[in-house]
Protein backbone atom coordinates (compact mmCIF):
# COMPACT_ATOMS: atom_id res chain seq x y z
CA UNK A 1 0.00 0.00 0.00
CA UNK A 2 0.92 3.85 -0.67
CA UNK A 3 0.81 4.40 3.25
CA UNK A 4 0.83 1.23 5.77
CA UNK A 5 -1.36 2.54 9.12
CA UNK A 6 -4.90 1.09 9.05
CA UNK A 7 -8.19 2.37 10.81
CA UNK A 8 -9.45 0.11 13.79
CA UNK A 9 -13.02 0.00 12.59
CA UNK A 10 -13.91 -1.94 9.75
CA UNK A 11 -17.05 -0.99 8.09
CA UNK A 12 -19.70 -3.22 6.66
CA UNK A 13 -20.58 -3.26 3.26
CA UNK A 14 -23.86 -4.34 2.22
CA UNK A 15 -23.19 -3.16 -2.15
CA UNK A 16 -23.77 -4.41 -5.00
CA UNK A 17 -22.22 -5.98 -7.04
CA UNK A 18 -19.32 -6.63 -4.62
CA UNK A 19 -16.52 -6.26 -7.27
CA UNK A 20 -16.11 -3.75 -9.26
CA UNK A 21 -12.84 -4.31 -8.81
CA UNK A 22 -12.49 -7.82 -8.76
CA UNK A 23 -10.89 -8.83 -12.30
CA UNK A 24 -9.48 -12.15 -13.38
CA UNK A 25 -5.81 -12.97 -12.22
CA UNK A 26 -5.80 -10.86 -9.16
CA UNK A 27 -3.91 -12.24 -6.20
CA UNK A 28 -6.29 -12.98 -3.59
CA UNK A 29 -5.28 -14.45 -0.13
CA UNK A 30 -7.23 -17.68 1.46
CA UNK A 31 -6.68 -17.91 4.76
CA UNK A 32 -7.88 -21.72 6.25
CA UNK A 33 -8.24 -22.59 10.06
CA UNK A 34 -9.82 -25.76 10.44
CA UNK A 35 -8.19 -28.27 11.21
CA UNK A 36 -4.66 -26.33 10.95
CA UNK A 37 -4.41 -22.57 10.18
CA UNK A 38 -2.92 -21.99 6.68
CA UNK A 39 -3.01 -19.30 4.15
CA UNK A 40 -2.31 -19.52 0.17
CA UNK A 41 -2.12 -16.75 -2.28
CA UNK A 42 -4.38 -17.52 -5.18
CA UNK A 43 -4.82 -15.90 -8.62
CA UNK A 44 -8.77 -15.61 -9.09
CA UNK A 45 -9.94 -17.31 -12.95
CA UNK A 46 -13.32 -15.51 -12.67
CA UNK A 47 -16.53 -15.56 -11.00
CA UNK A 48 -20.42 -16.04 -11.18
CA UNK A 49 -22.20 -13.03 -9.58
CA UNK A 50 -23.87 -14.44 -6.61
CA UNK A 51 -22.97 -17.70 -7.31
CA UNK A 52 -19.08 -18.69 -7.17
CA UNK A 53 -15.17 -17.61 -7.29
CA UNK A 54 -12.92 -20.08 -9.20
CA UNK A 55 -9.80 -19.77 -7.78
CA UNK A 56 -6.34 -21.58 -9.25
CA UNK A 57 -5.13 -24.32 -6.60
CA UNK A 58 -1.44 -23.50 -4.96
CA UNK A 59 0.79 -24.87 -7.68
CA UNK A 60 3.29 -25.87 -4.81
CA UNK A 61 0.42 -27.95 -3.39
CA UNK A 62 0.91 -31.81 -4.73
CA UNK A 63 -2.81 -33.46 -5.31
CA UNK A 64 -2.79 -35.56 -1.64
CA UNK A 65 -1.02 -32.73 0.53
CA UNK A 66 -3.49 -30.39 2.54
CA UNK A 67 -6.52 -33.34 2.34
CA UNK A 68 -7.91 -32.46 5.27
CA UNK A 69 -8.06 -28.92 5.01
CA UNK A 70 -8.93 -28.66 0.47
CA UNK A 71 -11.87 -30.40 1.19
CA UNK A 72 -15.71 -29.66 -0.20
CA UNK A 73 -17.49 -27.61 2.82
CA UNK A 74 -14.58 -26.12 4.47
CA UNK A 75 -14.76 -22.31 5.79
CA UNK A 76 -12.23 -20.26 4.93
CA UNK A 77 -11.64 -15.77 4.77
CA UNK A 78 -10.53 -14.51 1.78
CA UNK A 79 -8.97 -11.19 1.38
CA UNK A 80 -7.72 -8.43 -0.88
CA UNK A 81 -6.57 -5.56 -1.74
CA UNK A 82 -8.29 -2.92 -4.00
CA UNK A 83 -5.54 -0.55 -4.90
CA UNK A 84 -7.21 2.38 -6.24
CA UNK A 85 -8.05 6.04 -4.25
CA UNK A 86 -9.51 4.62 -1.59
CA UNK A 87 -7.30 2.07 -0.85
CA UNK A 88 -8.99 -0.68 1.26
CA UNK A 89 -8.46 -4.10 2.34
CA UNK A 90 -11.83 -6.28 1.73
CA UNK A 91 -12.41 -9.20 3.31
CA UNK A 92 -15.41 -12.08 3.72
CA UNK A 93 -15.82 -15.26 4.73
CA UNK A 94 -16.62 -18.19 2.30
CA UNK A 95 -16.60 -22.15 2.03
CA UNK A 96 -15.53 -24.36 -0.69
CA UNK A 97 -17.90 -25.82 -2.74
CA UNK A 98 -16.29 -28.19 -4.86
CA UNK A 99 -12.88 -28.88 -6.43
CA UNK A 100 -11.34 -29.59 -9.94
CA UNK A 101 -8.39 -31.70 -11.46
CA UNK A 102 -9.26 -31.27 -15.34
CA UNK A 103 -8.50 -29.73 -17.25
CA UNK A 104 -6.61 -27.23 -14.31
CA UNK A 105 -6.73 -28.13 -10.84
CA UNK A 106 -9.60 -25.34 -9.25
CA UNK A 107 -11.15 -24.25 -6.51
CA UNK A 108 -14.97 -23.18 -6.16
CA UNK A 109 -15.82 -20.95 -3.52
CA UNK A 110 -19.17 -19.49 -2.61
CA UNK A 111 -20.25 -16.04 -3.66
CA UNK A 112 -20.17 -13.90 -0.48
CA UNK A 113 -23.35 -12.36 1.09
CA UNK A 114 -21.33 -9.39 2.40
CA UNK A 115 -18.30 -8.00 2.60
CA UNK A 116 -16.32 -6.44 5.46
CA UNK A 117 -14.30 -3.07 3.96
CA UNK A 118 -11.00 -1.43 5.96
CA UNK A 119 -9.84 1.83 4.80
CA UNK A 120 -5.75 1.13 4.85
CA UNK A 121 -4.70 4.47 3.82
CA UNK A 122 -4.23 7.50 6.64
CA UNK A 123 -5.31 10.07 4.50
CA UNK A 124 -8.23 9.93 1.99
CA UNK A 125 -7.37 10.46 -1.71
CA UNK A 126 -8.44 13.76 -3.80
CA UNK A 127 -8.37 12.85 -7.77
CA UNK A 128 -6.57 15.09 -9.88
CA UNK A 129 -5.30 15.88 -13.43
CA UNK A 130 -1.38 16.61 -12.79
CA UNK A 131 1.32 16.13 -15.59
CA UNK A 132 4.29 13.81 -13.74
CA UNK A 133 6.92 12.20 -14.52
CA UNK A 134 9.07 9.89 -12.67
CA UNK A 135 12.94 8.90 -13.05
CA UNK A 136 15.55 6.81 -10.77
CA UNK A 137 17.66 9.90 -10.42
CA UNK A 138 17.10 13.50 -9.27
CA UNK A 139 18.63 14.75 -12.55
CA UNK A 140 17.71 12.68 -15.93
CA UNK A 141 18.68 13.49 -19.12
CA UNK A 142 15.98 14.36 -21.50
CA UNK A 143 17.06 10.79 -23.39
CA UNK A 144 17.15 8.82 -20.09
CA UNK A 145 15.18 5.54 -20.78
CA UNK A 146 14.57 5.32 -17.09
CA UNK A 147 12.30 8.52 -17.28
CA UNK A 148 8.48 7.97 -17.19
CA UNK A 149 6.01 10.77 -18.50
CA UNK A 150 2.40 9.88 -17.22
CA UNK A 151 -0.16 11.73 -15.03
CA UNK A 152 -1.16 12.47 -11.11
CA UNK A 153 -4.71 10.60 -11.11
CA UNK A 154 -5.50 11.23 -7.00
CA UNK A 155 -3.16 12.20 -4.47
CA UNK A 156 -3.06 12.81 -0.75
CA UNK A 157 -0.47 14.82 1.96
CA UNK A 158 1.80 11.39 1.79
CA UNK A 159 1.70 9.63 -1.59
CA UNK A 160 0.02 10.05 -4.90
CA UNK A 161 -1.12 7.21 -7.89
CA UNK A 162 0.94 8.01 -10.96
CA UNK A 163 -0.75 6.48 -14.03
CA UNK A 164 1.15 5.92 -17.55
CA UNK A 165 0.31 3.97 -20.64
CA UNK A 166 2.75 1.09 -21.36
CA UNK A 167 3.71 -1.46 -24.05
CA UNK A 168 2.38 -5.13 -24.37
CA UNK A 169 4.44 -6.87 -21.94
CA UNK A 170 5.32 -4.25 -19.63
CA UNK A 171 5.12 -6.02 -16.39
CA UNK A 172 5.93 -3.96 -13.40
CA UNK A 173 7.97 -1.20 -11.53
CA UNK A 174 9.98 -2.57 -8.66
CA UNK A 175 9.53 -1.09 -5.38
CA UNK A 176 12.33 1.37 -4.84
CA UNK A 177 13.07 4.92 -4.52
CA UNK A 178 12.14 7.20 -7.19
CA UNK A 179 11.55 10.84 -8.20
CA UNK A 180 8.66 12.81 -8.96
CA UNK A 181 8.72 15.73 -11.13
CA UNK A 182 5.87 18.11 -11.08
CA UNK A 183 5.52 21.79 -12.74
CA UNK A 184 4.60 24.53 -10.61
CA UNK A 185 1.78 26.36 -12.66
CA UNK A 186 3.10 29.60 -11.16
CA UNK A 187 6.70 29.69 -12.76
CA UNK A 188 6.86 26.69 -14.88
CA UNK A 189 9.95 24.98 -12.52
CA UNK A 190 10.15 21.78 -11.95
CA UNK A 191 9.61 20.87 -8.18
CA UNK A 192 11.73 17.23 -7.49
CA UNK A 193 10.15 15.21 -4.26
CA UNK A 194 12.45 12.00 -3.30
CA UNK A 195 9.26 9.08 -3.01
CA UNK A 196 8.97 5.45 -2.96
CA UNK A 197 7.57 3.15 -5.11
CA UNK A 198 5.08 1.25 -2.80
CA UNK A 199 2.36 -1.06 -5.71
CA UNK A 200 1.66 -1.15 -9.64
CA UNK A 201 -1.66 -2.19 -10.79
CA UNK A 202 -2.21 -2.93 -14.34
CA UNK A 203 -5.34 -1.90 -16.11
CA UNK A 204 -5.86 -2.78 -19.89
CA UNK A 205 -2.61 -0.86 -21.18
CA UNK A 206 -2.33 1.68 -18.67
CA UNK A 207 0.08 0.85 -15.05
CA UNK A 208 -1.17 2.67 -12.16
CA UNK A 209 1.66 3.04 -9.61
CA UNK A 210 1.39 3.34 -6.24
CA UNK A 211 3.70 6.36 -4.71
CA UNK A 212 4.74 7.24 -1.07
CA UNK A 213 6.43 10.70 -0.60
CA UNK A 214 9.48 10.41 1.18
CA UNK A 215 8.46 12.09 4.63
CA UNK A 216 11.12 14.79 5.19
CA UNK A 217 9.82 16.19 1.25
CA UNK A 218 6.14 16.73 1.73
CA UNK A 219 6.54 20.26 2.45
CA UNK A 220 7.61 20.37 -1.19
CA UNK A 221 4.05 18.82 -2.03
CA UNK A 222 2.12 21.30 0.18
CA UNK A 223 3.56 24.67 -1.72
CA UNK A 224 2.90 23.12 -4.64
CA UNK A 225 -0.20 21.95 -4.39
CA UNK A 226 -1.24 25.40 -3.27
CA UNK A 227 0.34 26.90 -6.79
CA UNK A 228 -2.32 24.33 -8.23
CA UNK A 229 -5.30 25.87 -5.48
CA UNK A 230 -5.87 21.82 -4.15
CA UNK A 231 -6.65 21.34 -0.37
CA UNK A 232 -5.81 18.02 0.63
CA UNK A 233 -5.73 19.21 4.52
Do not use: W
Amino acid sequence: MDVTKEKTTPQLANKSPFFLDLLPGKLIDLQFSNPISIRFKLTLVGYETGKYLILKCPAQVGKNDFKDVLVEGNGAIVRYIVEDQRGECVAFTTNIITLTVRPERLMYLAYPKNIESRQLREASRLQTHIPAKISVTENPSDDDKTLLHGLIIDISPTGCRFAIHVKTGFLALKRRQVFVHILSPQDSSTQVIRAYIRNNQMKGDRLNVGIEFAEDEQYKLHKLLEAYAIDID
